[in-house]
């Protein structure tokens, strides 16, 4: 019997294109991105690379791009990094009641730690309303992370209208972006988002592999600490099988 996998949004299988992209890395161009030699030198042009690619598909810089191990790493990275970043000039943050695990989790520990959360409700469409979130803005309001699509429902938020309402009050925006970016138009200028998360599995990249849009000029505190690689904010020898898609 002919078996027929009907579960993307969980996982994808790699692309052929992408596994060609990426074997020279494992045998023969397999320096540390770090490294002046040759080998690292090599290594280092093949992550531009893909830096470039997956700036392009956002529509941002290649310096605003952090490479991750995956959507996980991003959301908790960009959540933890404001919060951390930014609790002198407040304690509360806005997100909805259906993040991803990777999002609701690192709400609940922030909670544990002392800041403030309000989970903003859907329909029955699965969309926030725009006026909770008008209503649930505080002076002390430093995020708001909403998802771009769901993964379960597949709804996709405002982000426009929501990135209006966060730019008037000079709040900062972050959405998780893994199960849209790739499938339909994700600019990070026309949605006016200051941080999003990507993964490469979710569109036929390897697992253990992702990115954050951190725009510039943002200041956040590093999740992993080690070298000054990734321009100091996130350390770790660079992986140049980072290919996001194909
Ligand atoms: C899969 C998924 C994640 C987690 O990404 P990983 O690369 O598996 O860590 C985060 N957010 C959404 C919406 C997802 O579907």
Known sequence: MK??????????RVDPL????????????YGNAS???EFGQQAREAVETARQAVADLIGCL???????????????TAIRGIAAGHSGKGRHLITTTIEHPAVLRTMEQLEEEGFQVTYLPVD???????????????????????MHANNETGAIQDLRAVGRLAREKGILIHSDA??????????????????????????????????LYIRHGVEMNSLLLGGSHERGRRGGSLSSVREIGS
């Open 3 to 12: 078996q027929v996998y009907l579960d993307n949004n969980a996982t994808t």
């Open 18 to 29: 992408v596994l060609e992209a990426m074997t020279p890395h494992f045998l023969q161009d």
């Open 35 to 37: 490294s002046i030699h």
């Open 62 to 76: 290649p310096k605003e791009i952090v490479f991750t191990s995956g959507g996980t790493e991003s959301d908790n």
């Open 124 to 146: 029955r469409q699965g969309l926030i309303r725009l006026e909770d979130l008008h209503a649930s803005v505080r002076e002390d309001t430093i995020l708001i992370s909403i």
């Open 178 to 211: 893994v199960q849209s970016a790739g499938k339909i138009p994700v600019d990070v200028n026309d949605l006016g988002v200051d941080l999003l998360s990507l993964s490469a599995h979710k569109i036929h990249g390897p697992k253990g592999a992702g990115a």
